[in-house]
């Protein structure tokens, strides 16, 4: 017997992204650091429900009942932690059904509550923060492992990679033909994707695709790390939700030693500031032009790559987010290292 309950068993599998990205990751280094020495580990109530001294939080989902559990935990100070436009997404058809249906049952029930609730809401961008108005703080993605250097491992082989997840299969549809007529061009490319669907019918049955099955965040947070990619798609229809988005992709594709080739939302732009060609500025001739091009310079990747570890190292999202959860845990848990 180990005496620890279900939930303690159950929560490192079931956690989702938003948590350790927004919340555990720079709280365990804040507690390492000699700001946080003596700062208790936080306590997981309930699934996404947190307490670390006066402080409640609760990630994305949630319900009075939760604030209902931390408010009888003493819990003086509610923190809300909300990554994606629930209202945006609940009306955005690009998105799949199910994911919509979801959103939408969430924005029409728990979510006002939760907003209304909260002294504080952690959001990852400006954009997001204008929902929130005074309690929003915009706290950047933060992951606990610096970005590689690009891949060189003297192999004539360019490994290109598609992280998105199902809510993202419509923006990589839209510009399917220009990834395909790029493989085409180049046989010394490879694509990846991660994913059960089909893929999009412009890259079906191409002999360059290869096709891997998703994670779990568990075992995806512990494989990006390792993986090595050369360059890695983000396209993002210009909707609301997308406008909204975090900048995690800039990170995760960083992980990777891959140079990134994305949309631009503005989230992305203010995390990336001005590397040079990591934004596609057009629809899918853009694109196809942009992917030729680094295609045709693996040089160009490579200085991407660079320019890519050089901002986060300026910008220490790791480091930005521990100062911001000092500063919220000590307004009134008197948690202050």
């Not at 997404?89 to 909260?118: I, V």
């Amino acid at each position: 017997m180990t005496g620890l309950s279900p939930l303690a068993l159950r929560e490192p599998f079931g956690r989702l992204p938003t948590t350790d990205l927004y919340f555990l990751n720079p709280l365990r280094a804040l507690r390492r650091s000699a700001a946080g020495a003596r700062m208790p580990p936080p306590r997981c109530l309930a699934p996404n429900v947190y307490a670390i001294g006066g402080t409640g939080v609760i990630v994305r989902y949630g319900g009075e009942g939760d604030i209902d559990r931390l408010r009888r935990a003493g819990m003086r100070q509610l923190v809300y932690i909300i990554d994606d436009d629930i209202a945006a997404g609940a009306d955005d058809k690009l998105l799949p059904a199910r994911y919509r249906e979801k959103l939408a049952a969430f924005a029409h029930g728990p979510w006002r509550t939760l907003c209304d609730a909260a002294d504080i809401v952690i959001v990852p961008g400006a954009f997001l923060a204008e929902t929130y108005g005074a309690k929003a703080r915009i706290l950047p993605p933060a992951w606990r492992d610096d970005p590689p250097p690009h891949p060189s491992d003297g192999s004539q082989v360019i490994d290109i990679v598609h992280l998105g997840t199902g809510s993202h299969a419509s923006d990589l549809s839209a510009v399917a033909p220009a990834i395909a007529d790029t493989l085409d061009a180049h046989p010394h490319a490879r694509l990846t994707l991660f994913t059960l669907a089909e893929p999009p019918p412009a890259l079906s049955g191409h002999k360059q695709l290869r096709i891997s099955r998703p994670m779990r965040w568990w075992r995806y947070k512990r494989a990006l790390p390792r993986m090595r990619y050369h360059l890695a798609l983000y396209p993002l229809a210009d909707t609301a939700f997308n406008r909204a988005r975090s900048a995690n992709k800039l990170f995760e594709h960083a992980l990777t030693g891959a140079a990134s080739l994305m949309s631009p939302n503005p989230a992305l732009r203010d995390a990336a500031g001005d590397i040079p060609g990591l934004f596609v500025e057009g629809g899918v001739e853009e694109w196809a032009k942009q992917l030729n091009a680094d295609l045709t310079d693996p040089d160009a990747m490579r200085r991407r790559t660079a320019k890519t570890r050089e901002r986060i190292a300026a910008t220490a999202p790791l480091q930005s987010a521990m100062t911001a959860w000092r500063a919220i845990l000590a307004e009134t848990s008197g948690l202050n290292g």
